[in-house]
């Protein structure tokens, strides 16, 4: 292992797949998976922006969604294929505190907003006469606001942590970005607060607003299997299942990969379960969300099928 240099404040990322052909090919798959999400997302944004129809809290959480995925999957892919490309690994100190800004901002924001997305489909199935009432635009965009201002906080404190630790171990990190788990055991210091500083954050941005998505979804679906309406049942089972989907491929290897104990942690499986919540998922929302909804695929239909025989 190479010693930490005093004189430099660089770290090498070792990145996720090995320098050879078999390393590109994976790559030039990541890239791929890259440009789809850019695509998908910026094409949701455009449809909810300009289609009236979708102008609901439901769409507007929605948008605010695919900002975060296309920022979440920014931070980390663009600097992994460069780095990879380049041969140049290294990442300074300061690049490595705005990539980790970057990422826990999204990460810690994206977990608040599909909690306040499983309480717009809650109260609108269960409470459906309520609803314009709990869920109006200015709620909507209280809960949007207060998305964005936790996670940067949160997000904020974390990284001036991180920039401000004694590195003397090693400067290698065994990660594709500059991640909390793989960064914290280079420090020649004992971190067991911060430690437990991790840990309370996770509960608090991902653990917490899983448990409230899934006693929201658990309501949704016993109010559903009490339906009469067989098209009723059928819409909103469509629209609890697709928002499940999005909350497992999310949650899930996030919430392991933080709250497992040091001693239990292994840096090629943080790094394969990383590829699900950084890289996957940013991808499979806007794919999920407009090919099993309606109103998406009507907009896309309007706002498409206008632009062509505009053109025309």
């Not at 990460?107 to 609108?124: I, K, P, Q, T, W």
């Not at 067989?230 to 697709?242: N, P, V």
Request: hydrophobic share 45%; proline share 4%; net charge positive.
């Amino acid at each position: 292992m190479e010693k930490w240099n005093q004189s430099s404040s660089d770290f090498i990322l070792l990145g996720l797949f090995p320098q050879n052909q078999t390393g590109l090919l994976l790559l030039l798959l990541i890239i791929f998976i890259f440009s789809v999400a850019l695509l998908g997302n910026s094409t949701m944004i455009h449809l909810i922006r300009v289609d009236p129809r979708l102008h609901t809290p439901m769409y507007i959480l929605l948008s605010q969604l695919s900002l975060m995925d296309m920022m979440y999957i920014s931070s980390t892919v663009p600097k992994m294929a460069f780095n990879f490309l380049s041969g140049q690994k290294s990442i300074t100190l300061l690049g490595c505190g705005v990539q980790s800004f970057f990422f826990l901002t999204m990460a810690g924001s994206e977990g608040l907003l599909l909690a306040s997305m499983a309480y717009d489909r809650f109260v609108a199935i269960c409470h459906p006469l309520h609803y314009p009432i709990r869920m109006s635009k200015m709620k909507c965009l209280k809960m949007i606001i207060g998305s964005w201002t936790l996670g940067s906080i949160n997000s904020l404190s974390h990284t001036v942590y991180l920039l401000h630790l004694p590195y003397c171990h090693s400067r290698l990190v065994n990660h594709f970005f500059c991640d909390i788990p793989a960064m914290v055991p280079l420090a020649c210091m004992d971190t067991w607060v911060y430690d437990y500083m991790v840990f309370v954050s996770t509960c608090l941005f991902l653990l917490f607003p899983f448990l409230g998505i899934a006693v929201s979804y658990g309501r949704v679906l016993f109010a559903v299997f009490h339906m009469r309406s067989k098209e009723g049942k059928k819409k909103a089972f469509t629209t609890c299942s697709t928002h499940l989907t999005v909350v497992t491929f999310y949650y899930a290897p996030f919430v392991y990969t933080y709250l497992r104990l040091r001693s239990l942690r292994s840096p090629t499986e943080d790094k394969i379960l990383a590829v699900f919540y950084t890289i996957l998922t940013p991808m499979l929302n806007p794919i999920i969300y407009s090919l099993r909804n309606k109103e998406v695929l009507g907009a896309m239909t309007r706002v498409f099928g206008t632009f062509s025989s505009t053109k025309t």
